[in-house]
Every structure is written in structure tokens, then in C-alpha cells.
């Protein structure tokens, strides 16, 4: 791990509090509740707090990420975000994929409505993860994913 990936987990570690979601019907958008995959991930995540969680259990429940409500997602984005400053393994490259487009502006406006519960601080450092990931992969959706929240935080 890179010393600027340390530094961004330990600001990712400073600006969500470790705390987890307990009802999991809670967790999951209406649309959600019937899916067997979102039902899954709610029942496994809830009751833990994002620290707690297990690498391959987040990498399994990775692509089910977009039915969780603002208030799960905000409880479990920083599991993700610490996930992808991992040094690569054979889950990096998926956690990094399936994070960027969670946190993409191709994916307005729910991610809009997922992230509306984001302080300030969690904004920025989700930001500054966000400007690794672009420098460490040098794609274009990275980059796009950057630049949009770094406007997106000039315009708060």
C-alpha cells in the first residue's frame, strides 16, 4: 500500500463514524425489497458496522450496491472506498469498478440520492479518493467521476 493510500484510509477512518445499519428491510430501497440478491446483502451487512465487514464479503455483495438507501449507502460507502486503496489483489480491480460507477456521474441521479446524506467531510474524502483511483488508473470515467464531485463539493 502506498503511503497516499494509508493517508486516505486513515481520513476515510476519520470521516465515517463505524456504525452499521440494524433493521435490513431498512437498508434497501422499496424497489429493492423483493430482489433475493439486495435481500442477501442487507441480511449479511446489517448489525455490522462497515469496519467489521470482511473484503470477500463486501467484494461478493459489490454489484447489489445500488439498492441500498442514502442512509445504508452512507454507512457502507467507506468499506468501499477503503476497499479499493487495497494493494491489488484479485478483488481490487472489481471493488475500484463497481465503486467509480456507484459514485459516477453517468449514474445521476441516483447517485445523487444515494450520497445526499454525505457531510462535508465525507464528501471530500470520498473526492480525494476518487482523485487517486483517476491518477492510479489514468481512465476517463475516473477522471469524470473526479471532476464531478470536485465541482459538485465547489457548489455546496
Same mark, same amino acid.
Given at each position: 500500500?502506498?503511503?497516499v493510500a @494509508?493517508q486516505l484510509?486513515?481520513?476515510?477512518? #476519520?470521516? !465515517?463514524p463505524?456504525?452499521?445499519c @440494524?433493521d435490513? *428491510?431498512?437498508?434497501?430501497?422499496?424497489?429493492?425489497? /423483493?430482489?433475493d *440478491? %439486495?435481500?442477501?446483502? #442487507?441480511?449479511e451487512? #446489517?448489525g455490522?458496522?462497515?469496519?467489521a465487514?470482511a473484503?470477500y464479503?463486501? !467484494?461478493?455483495?459489490?454489484d447489489v450496491m !445500488?439498492?441500498?438507501t442514502?442512509?445504508?449507502?452512507q454507512? $457502507?460507502? /467507506?468499506?468501499?472506498?477503503?476497499a479499493c486503496? *487495497?494493494p @491489488? &489483489?484479485?478483488?481490487? #480491480?472489481d471493488?475500484f469498478?463497481?465503486?467509480?460507477?456507484?459514485?459516477? /456521474?453517468?449514474?445521476?441521479?441516483?447517485?445523487?440520492e444515494?450520497?445526499r446524506l454525505?457531510?462535508e467531510?465525507q464528501?471530500k474524502?470520498t473526492? &480525494?479518493?476518487?482523485? $487517486?483511483?483517476?491518477? =492510479? @488508473?489514468?481512465?476517463? &470515467? %475516473? =477522471?469524470?467521476?473526479f *471532476?464531478w464531485?470536485?465541482?459538485e463539493?465547489a457548489?455546496r
Amino acid at each position: 500500500v502506498t503511503a497516499v493510500a @494509508s493517508q486516505l484510509k486513515a481520513k476515510v477512518i #476519520a470521516a !465515517f463514524p463505524d456504525r452499521a445499519c @440494524s433493521d435490513w *428491510e431498512a437498508m434497501l430501497l422499496p424497489a429493492y425489497r /423483493p430482489n433475493d *440478491e %439486495a435481500i442477501q446483502m #442487507a441480511m449479511e451487512l #446489517a448489525g455490522h458496522g462497515w469496519r467489521a465487514l470482511a473484503r470477500y464479503r463486501l !467484494f461478493y455483495h459489490r454489484d447489489v450496491m !445500488f439498492a441500498l438507501t442514502a442512509e445504508a449507502f452512507q454507512v $457502507y460507502l /467507506p468499506a468501499y472506498l477503503c476497499a479499493c486503496l *487495497e494493494p @491489488s &489483489d484479485r478483488y481490487t #480491480a472489481d471493488f475500484f469498478g463497481y465503486t467509480l460507477f456507484r459514485l459516477s /456521474p453517468r449514474n445521476e441521479p441516483a447517485m445523487v440520492e444515494q450520497t445526499r446524506l454525505l457531510d462535508e467531510a465525507q464528501r471530500k474524502v470520498t473526492t &480525494d479518493v476518487l482523485g $487517486y483511483l483517476a491518477l =492510479w @488508473s489514468g481512465g476517463t &470515467d %475516473a =477522471w469524470q467521476a473526479f *471532476e464531478w464531485w470536485k465541482h459538485e463539493r465547489a457548489r455546496r
